[in-house]
């Protein structure tokens, strides 16, 4: 399986490809979901806030500056 770079990603997703950004989330699902439990303490509610958090980014993903880290921009999301 061949591995992108986030820039890649964030660019294949604007161009219409889904893969891309279900591989966006499959990276970072995780390291969200933990942020979302320190704030919320409750693993449903952690849930609902992760998948919100990805619906935003993908909203707004043209707004997302290749000069930074995919993971900061996503975690101010968060």
């Keep these: 399986m ?7 990603l964030v660019q294949k997703t ?7 950004f279900e591989m966006l989330v499959e ?4 390291p969200i979901y933990n942020v979302a ?8 509610d952690s ?10 980014a993908y909203k707004k993903l043209e707004s997302y500056q290749p000069s930074y880290r995919f993971f900061s921009w996503i975690y101010k999301i968060a």
């Excluded at 990276?27 to 995780?30: E, R």
């Design 2 to 8: 061949v591995e992108y770079s986030d820039k890649i």
């Design 14 to 20: 604007l161009k219409g490809d889904k893969r891309a």
């Design 27 to 30: 990276k970072y699902y995780k």
């Design 37 to 44: 439990f320190r704030m919320t303490s409750n693993k449903e």
């Design 47 to 56: 849930e609902d806030v992760t998948q919100m958090v990805f619906a935003k």
